[in-house]
């Protein structure tokens, strides 16, 4: 498991700190918004969090600004969209033994949709 820390002077690190409380940004586009609608209605807000999308999860971690991290799975893959769609597809190849059931079987669009909406930048 990797974790990787970031070191920013003190106005820096509050812009960052300030950035990181606001809620996740609206889709951008209609990629974007059918990932939002994908990200509902297969289920991921029974496990995580994305502020101004649910609130509710706490057994995943918070998605609100995912797109921010390094890395995704401990390290294991850098954090891009076609990681993103990749962890979300087949989360035991990357990471055997996480809490997190893979979403092979969901449409190569609605796998795309999801890993867009989640990659959108702050």
């Known amino acids: 498991m990797a974790l990787h820390v970031v070191v920013l002077p003190p106005d820096e690190?509050?812009?960052w700190l300030e950035r990181e409380a606001r809620p996740a940004?609206?889709?951008a586009g209609a990629l974007e918004a059918r990932g939002r609608t994908a990200f509902v209605e297969h289920g991921c807000t029974a496990c995580h969090?994305?502020?101004g999308v649910a609130d509710g999860g706490g057994r995943?971690?918070?998605l609100t600004h995912v797109a921010g991290r390094l890395h995704l799975a401990a390290g294991a893959l850098p954090n891009d969209a076609a990681s993103l769609a990749h962890w979300?597809?087949?989360v035991q190849a990357v990471k055997p033994g996480a809490r997190m059931p893979s979403y092979g079987h969901l449409d190569a669009a609605t796998l795309g949709a999801?890993?867009?909406f989640l990659a959108q930048p702050r």
């Open 60 to 62: 995943g971690p918070d």
């Open 114 to 116: 999801l890993a867009a």
């Open 88 to 90: 979300i597809a087949d």
């Open 13 to 15: 690190f509050a812009r």
């Open 49 to 51: 969090a994305r502020r």
């Open 25 to 27: 940004p609206a889709p």
